[in-house]
C-alpha cells in the first residue's frame, strides 16, 4: 500500500502579488501578445508603459474583492426597480474592475449604480481616474479576438491612463 499524505503539495504560486503586478502580468501582457497583431509597435509600448507602470497607477492598495468579472451590460438584468447580475466569471479581483468594465461599453442608470455602490461602499480618492487602468484588459481582449476595430477605444484608455504619469 502507498502512503498516505496529508498536507497537501506545496502550490507553486503561493507568493502572493500585489494587485498591479499581478494584472499587468496576468490581465494585459498575455492579450497584448494576442492584440499585437492588430497593433503598431508604438501602440504596443504605450500598453507596456502602463503595465511596468501599474503600482504607480493603481492607487491605494486594497484587499482582493469578490468581483463579477464580466459585469458590462449586458450582464445586467433589471427587473423594476432590482437588478440582477448574471453570467458571472467571478474571481478575487480591485472592486474598481467592474465599475469601470459597467462604464465601458454604457450601462444604463449608471450614476444610479455608482452612487448606490458609494453609498454602500466608498471607493478611494481617485477612482474615476482610474477607470482607463480597469478597461484595458477587456479591451485588450477585444483587439484579440474581434481585431482592429476596437483599437482606437484601446489606445483611448491608454493615453487616459497614461497621462496620470504625466
Same mark, same amino acid.
Given at each position: 500500500m502507498?502512503?498516505?499524505?496529508?498536507?497537501?503539495?506545496?502550490?507553486?504560486?503561493?507568493?502572493?502579488?500585489a494587485?498591479?503586478?499581478?494584472?499587468?502580468?496576468?490581465?494585459l501582457?498575455?492579450?497584448?501578445?494576442?492584440?499585437?497583431?492588430?497593433?503598431?509597435?508604438?501602440d504596443?509600448?504605450?500598453?507596456?508603459?502602463?503595465?511596468?507602470?501599474?503600482?504607480?497607477?493603481?492607487?491605494p492598495?486594497?484587499? /482582493?474583492?469578490?468581483? %463579477?468579472?464580466? @459585469?458590462?451590460?449586458g450582464?445586467v &438584468?433589471?427587473?423594476?426597480?432590482? #437588478?440582477?447580475?448574471?453570467?458571472?466569471a467571478?474571481?478575487?479581483?480591485?472592486?474598481?474592475?467592474?465599475?469601470?468594465?459597467?462604464a465601458?461599453?454604457?450601462t444604463?442608470?449608471?450614476?444610479?449604480?455608482?452612487?448606490?455602490?458609494?453609498?454602500?461602499?466608498?471607493l478611494a480618492?481617485?477612482?474615476?481616474?482610474?477607470?482607463?487602468?480597469?478597461?484595458?484588459? /477587456?479591451?485588450l481582449? %477585444?483587439?484579440? @479576438?474581434f481585431?482592429?476595430?476596437? &483599437?482606437?477605444?484601446?489606445?483611448? #484608455?491608454?493615453?487616459?491612463a497614461?497621462?496620470?504619469?504625466?
Open positions: 502507498g502512503r498516505v499524505h496529508r498536507r497537501p503539495p506545496p502550490r507553486q504560486h503561493a507568493r502572493r502579488r494587485w498591479p503586478r499581478w494584472y499587468a502580468e496576468r490581465r501582457a498575455p492579450f497584448l501578445r494576442r492584440a499585437a497583431p492588430h497593433l503598431t509597435d508604438g504596443v509600448r504605450l500598453v507596456e508603459r502602463i503595465m511596468d507602470a501599474a503600482e504607480a497607477l493603481a492607487g492598495s486594497e484587499p /482582493p474583492a469578490r468581483i %463579477h468579472g464580466d @459585469l458590462w451590460s450582464n &438584468r433589471w427587473t423594476g426597480d432590482r #437588478a440582477l447580475l448574471i453570467d458571472p467571478a474571481h478575487g479581483g480591485h472592486r474598481e474592475t467592474d465599475l469601470a468594465m459597467l465601458l461599453f454604457g444604463p442608470l449608471l450614476d444610479r449604480i455608482l452612487a448606490a455602490y458609494d453609498e454602500a461602499a466608498p480618492d481617485g477612482w474615476r481616474a482610474r477607470v482607463p487602468l480597469h478597461q484595458l484588459h /477587456p479591451l481582449v %477585444h483587439v484579440a @479576438l481585431g482592429g476595430s476596437y &483599437r482606437a477605444s484601446l489606445l483611448d #484608455a491608454a493615453r487616459a497614461a497621462a496620470a504619469l504625466g
